[in-house]
């Protein structure tokens, strides 16, 4: 999910941190999921489920 919002991915331009940066971005996208999954995630499912039981009325 980090990484389909974009997490990761290089920055272009000035600053970027080059293949260093591309290199370990993984890891801290790794990283950031598993603190999202100890904190008990982002309360997504339990928004979706509040919205499709609100659709079913």
């Known amino acids: 999910m980090l990484k389909s919002a974009g997490l990761g991915e290089s920055r272009e331009g000035l600053g970027g941190g080059g293949a260093g940066e591309e290199q370990f971005s993984s ?12 904190a008990g995630g982002i309360g997504l ?12 009325k």
Do not use: G, M, T
């Open 27 to 38: 890891f801290l996208v790794r990283a950031q999921a598993e603190q999202i999954a100890k």
């Open 45 to 56: 499912a339990e928004s979706l489920y509040h919205a499709l039981k609100e659709s079913q």
